[in-house]
């Protein structure tokens, strides 16, 4: 489903167009795959923080979204960037997710030019953009990822596919 974005008349515009759409995007998928997850993992993780890790552009979305759980879901829940998380883990290690769960969902776009060919069942136009919202959860007992694909043509995000699984990451 396109996400129409940007409206904007001048450069500065044109550059926050992407960060828009991503915006956009993360919002609409905290709503139908985030607070569920994050429901579920709250009744079958009943005593561990869950840490939210996503990008710049979902941090507002999902701290929005989170203020409206149930109290006693919500002060279990932190966002943090990738970045930020992977400071916290260093710090304070827990591999084995013990005592907290993470759930991640974030956008890696543009996809590197020698990533293309991995989707040529999905053909765009030479002038648009691959870009991957990727996301899933660990916990100690379970974890899962998967990712959805969407086309950037500088002013709509399209939606191309959902559950794909990358062969490798970039």
């Not at 040529?120 to 660990?138: E, N, Q």
Request: proline content about 8%; glycine content about 6%.
């Amino acid at each position: 489903m396109p996400a129409k974005t940007g409206k904007g008349h001048s450069a500065n515009a044109s550059i926050s167009r992407p960060l828009a759409a991503q915006t956009e995007i993360l919002a609409a998928h905290a709503v139908a795959w985030g607070i569920p997850t994050l429901n579920r993992l709250a009744a079958t993780f009943p005593d561990g923080a869950i840490v939210v890790t996503t990008s710049p552009q979902g941090l507002t979305a999902w701290s929005d979204l989170i203020s409206r759980l149930p109290a006693l879901i919500a002060e279990r829940v932190a966002t943090a960037t990738e970045i930020e998380y992977r400071g916290w883990c260093m710090r304070s290690p827990d591999e084995s997710h013990e005592l907290h769960a993470v759930v991640w969902s974030w956008i890696k776009a543009p996809l590197p030019p020698q990533r293309r060919p991995a989707f040529a069942s999905f053909p765009i136009p030479a002038s648009a953009d691959y870009w991957v919202l990727r996301y899933g959860h660990t916990t100690a007992d379970e974890g899962g990822h998967s990712a959805d694909l969407f086309a950037w043509d500088g002013a709509v995000a399209t939606h191309l596919a959902s559950g794909i699984t990358e062969r490798f990451r970039s």
